[in-house]
Nanobody, 121 residues
Framework: VQLQASGGGLVQTGGSLNLTCAGS????????ISWFRQAPGKEREFVAG????????SYADSVKDRCTISRDNAKNTVYLEIATLKPEDTAIYYC???????????????WGQGTLVTVSS
């Protein structure tokens, strides 16, 4: 199983980004995929997750009004749209694969390499 996160970059406050998690392997489309982030000097935190079919989603309170997670199982891809970006959104964003839609990082067996999002003030 491999996960490839992409789409990060430098964005001004108030801007938006679309992150992509591309997966390989036969289990991607039958697994929960979530996004986590880790800011400098801070612990990793859950951002958003989506169930196998896409019918269920979960968002952290810090992003729930600004964020949309979706998936295209035919393309083995999960997307994360973040709008109205704030400097505190600056972090490395990781996608991860699990059997459960939970917010604990230790429930996720496979992780992508991360993509850096920097929001300038």
């Amino acid at each position: 199983v491999q996960l490839q996160a992409s789409g990060g970059g430098l964005v001004q406050t108030g801007g938006s980004l679309n992150l992509t998690c591309a997966g390989s392997g036969p289990t991607f489309s039958t697994s929960v995929i979530s996004w986590f982030r880790q800011a400098p000097g801070k612990e990793r935190e859950f951002v958003a997750g989506i169930s196998r079919s896409g019918s269920a989603t979960s968002y952290a309170d810090s992003v729930k009004d600004r964020c949309t997670i979706s998936r295209d199982n035919a393309k083995n891809t999960v997307y994360l749209e973040i709008a109205t970006l704030k400097p505190e959104d600056t972090a490395i964003y990781y996608c991860a694969q699990s059997s459960y839609l939970v917010r604990r990082g230790d429930a996720y067996k496979y992780w992508g390499q991360g993509t850096l999002v920097t929001v300038s003030s």
